[in-house]
């Protein structure tokens, strides 16, 4: 499933030092604006304890994690919207991402230069937002001189984008992002397929130094960011991009000792890995086989049918039922037998809507 989330922020707030860390793909990291010029694009595991259980329990030859996908995409600046600096370019590859996570300097360095000259987290959400916003104006006042023509005719879909078109210009005109408007269903449909940059959802990236990693609540900046993500309904993960990337250079016990002499019970990083694919409103079930224990993606409210389609295109076209135990019921029986005894195993058809945690068998026939 090709969905990705993009890593956005002004340059030096520590964007391609996190995305290193998550990927460990070696984006080039320097202290000056623009460094990355094309997106970097890398693949990453979702970090799910379930998979590590079921594996204790099937003992399969082999163990594969879903994954998901992060472009780092390089530093906006003031103006982007306006071509400064490279920002046609960038604003373009923010188009092609599902969501974004708004990384946010947090942090004061004297060392490394802030393009706006200080700290200031409010400040530089804002930028960002603006660009984005602004791009966004430009985009719905060209469809809106075509669509206002065709709605004088009365064509019924005309007129019903226009009345969209004309909500999303005044929202923008005061600075507002498209997500911030309350749509209905038909109306969602057309915002659509205008492929808005403001009407992608953000989750933000508040960048901490090592010092204030285990007491973010005594980050003045953080707090900043928390409030103003609380208003838009956005979620906030804390990191120290600093420290994720050394933390992404362990293994196993290394890693585990490394974060308890931190005091803290889990990475940044799989704290945001787990926060950008639930953005998306995306799930994980599974199917556990002597052969392999593995993890699949879904969005949420995807039917058993599709999910099947989702392994391959022959479990889609020739589904005839799925066997379902949810994983809970199966560590808590032990065994798929023992489940099976106790009730736990159910047999769904093509209505079914998979759910998270699912351990799943496609009976299929082509």
């Given at each position: 499933m090709a969905l990705t989330t993009g890593i956005v922020g002004l340059p030096n707030v520590g964007k391609s030092t996190l995305f290193n860390a998550i990927t460990q793909a070696g984006a080039e990291s320097a202290n000056y604006p623009f460094c990355t010029i094309d997106p970097n694009v890398g693949i990453v595991e979702v970090p799910d304890s379930r998979l590590n259980k079921l594996t204790e329990l099937v003992k399969p030859k082999k163990t594969v994690p879903t994954a998901f996908e992060f472009t780092d995409i390089a530093g906006?600046?003031?103006g982007a919207s306006k071509g400064e600096g490279l920002g046609n370019k960038f604003l373009s590859h923010i188009r092609q991402v599902d969501a974004i996570s708004h990384v946010v300097r947090c942090f004061a360095d004297d060392n490394i230069t802030h393009v706006s000259g200080g700290v200031n987290p409010l400040r530089d959400i804002e930028v960002i937002n603006l660009e984005l916003i602004l791009a966004d104006l430009e985009s719905v006042d060209k469809r809106l001189t075509r669509v206002a023509k065709l709605a004088k005719t009365k064509d019924k879909e005309a007129v019903a984008e226009l009345a969209v078109l004309e909500l999303l210009k005044d929202a923008f005109e005061n600075e507002k992002p498209a997500r911030s408007i309350d749509f209905d269903?038909?109306?969602?449909k057309i915002v659509k397929q205008l492929h808005l940059l403001t009407s992608k959802p953000v989750l933000y990236v508040a960048n901490v130094s090592e010092d204030d990693l285990?007491?973010?609540?005594d980050n003045d900046y953080v707090k900043q960011v928390k409030e103003f993500a609380n208003q838009e309904n956005s979620n906030v993960i804390v990191v120290c991009a600093k420290i994720e990337s050394e933390i992404a250079e362990l293994e196993g016990e290394e890693k585990e000792?490394?974060?308890e002499e931190l005091g803290i019970e889990e990475s940044g990083l799989d704290q945001l890995i787990r926060a950008a694919y639930s953005l998306l409103g995306l799930e994980t079930y599974f199917t556990a086989g002597e052969q392999e224990v593995r993890a699949w993606t879904f969005r949420n409210g995807t039917k058993a049918p599709q999910a099947a389609g989702i392994i391959h295109t022959d479990f889609e076209r020739g589904f005839i039922r799925a066997e379902t135990v949810?994983?809970?019921?199966?560590?808590?029986a032990g065994t798929m037998a023992v489940a099976k005894e106790r009730g736990k195993v159910r047999l769904e058809g093509k209505d079914y809507v998979v759910?998270?945690?699912d351990v799943i068998h496609f009976r299929f026939n082509v």
């Open positions: 906006i600046v003031e269903d038909d109306q969602l285990v007491a973010e609540e000792m490394f974060l949810s994983y809970h019921d199966l560590v808590d759910k998270d945690g």
